[in-house]
C-alpha cells in the first residue's frame, strides 16, 4: 500500500526566504507526481507535475524535482511572498493519487 | 474555462440523516473523481467515473455511501445513512485522461463541499 509522507507538517518563514518542502513515498512504482496548493476554503490548485521518467519540473518561483528509485520529492519556492502562505500537498499516482498530509506554509510579512 | 463546479459548498445534518451532493465536471473531461478529505489530511479517493463507468470504488463504505454519474457528464454523491465521521469536506476532480493507464493527467478540484453531522 502506497504511503505518502510530508516533512514538516507546519512551517513557518519570513518574507524572502527561500524554502524547501519535502515528501516522500514508499512504493516506487509511479506514473507521476504532483505539488498541489489548498487555501482555506478552496479547492486544490495543480503546481506541477513530474513525470516518472523526468527529474525536475519548474513553474515560476517554484521547482519541483523527483528522485523515484528514492522515493523523494522536493518543493522549492523562491523568494517567499505573503501570497504563498497556503497547505502544500504532494500526491503520487500509480494508478490512483494517493495524497500525504499536507505541509502549511506561513510566510510572515 | 470554466472550472468544476460543486454545491452545496456548505451542509450541516444530524447523525441518521441522509445528503448529497453534486458536481459538474470540466467540460470535455472524462475523468471524474470523488474524494473525502478530513481534517488535517490528505483528501483519500472514493470513487473514479471515466465517462459513466466505474473505474475504481474500492474504498467507498458501500453499505451507506453511493455515487452516479449520469450521461458521462455530472455526477451526485449520496451518504445515507449519515454517521459522525463523515464530517470531512467532498472533493469533486475531472481530468481529461480515461485513467485506465493510471492519473497521468493534471487533476482539476472544485471548491469541495463541507459536511458537518451532529
Known amino acids: 500500500k502506497q504511503e505518502v509522507t510530508q516533512i514538516p507538517a507546519a512551517l513557518s518563514v519570513p518574507e524572502g526566504e527561500n524554502l524547501v518542502l519535502n515528501c516522500s513515498f514508499t512504493?516506487?512504482?509511479?506514473?507521476?507526481l504532483q505539488w498541489f496548493r489548498q487555501d482555506p476554503g478552496k479547492g486544490l490548485t495543480s503546481l506541477l507535475l513530474?513525470?516518472?521518467?523526468?527529474r525536475e519540473q519548474t513553474s515560476g518561483r517554484l521547482n519541483a524535482s523527483l528522485d523515484k528509485s528514492s522515493g523523494r520529492s522536493t518543493l522549492y519556492i523562491a523568494a517567499s511572498q505573503p501570497g504563498d502562505s497556503a497547505t502544500y500537498l504532494c500526491a503520487v499516482s500509480n494508478y490512483k493519487l494517493t495524497f500525504g498530509k499536507g505541509t502549511l506554509l506561513t510566510v510572515n510579512p | 474555462e470554466a472550472g468544476v463546479a460543486q454545491s452545496p459548498r456548505y451542509k450541516i445534518i444530524e447523525k441518521r440523516q441522509s445528503v448529497a451532493f453534486w458536481c459538474n465536471p470540466i467540460?470535455?473531461?472524462?475523468?471524474l473523481y470523488w474524494y473525502q478529505q478530513i481534517l488535517g489530511q490528505g483528501p483519500k479517493l472514493l470513487i473514479q467515473f471515466q465517462n459513466n463507468g466505474v473505474v475504481d470504488d474500492s474504498q467507498l463504505p458501500k453499505d451507506r455511501f453511493s455515487a452516479e454519474r449520469l450521461k458521462g457528464v455530472d455526477s451526485t454523491l449520496k451518504i445515507q445513512p449519515a454517521k459522525l465521521e463523515d464530517s470531512a469536506v467532498y472533493l469533486c476532480?475531472?481530468?481529461?485522461?480515461?485513467?485506465?493507464?493510471?492519473?497521468?493527467?493534471?487533476?482539476?478540484f472544485g471548491p469541495g463541499t463541507r459536511l458537518t453531522v451532529l
Open positions: 467540460s470535455g473531461h472524462a475523468t
Open positions: 476532480a475531472s481530468s481529461l485522461d480515461l485513467g485506465d493507464r493510471g492519473s497521468t493527467d493534471t487533476q482539476y
Open positions: 512504493d516506487s512504482a509511479i506514473y507521476n
Open positions: 513530474i513525470q516518472s521518467s523526468q
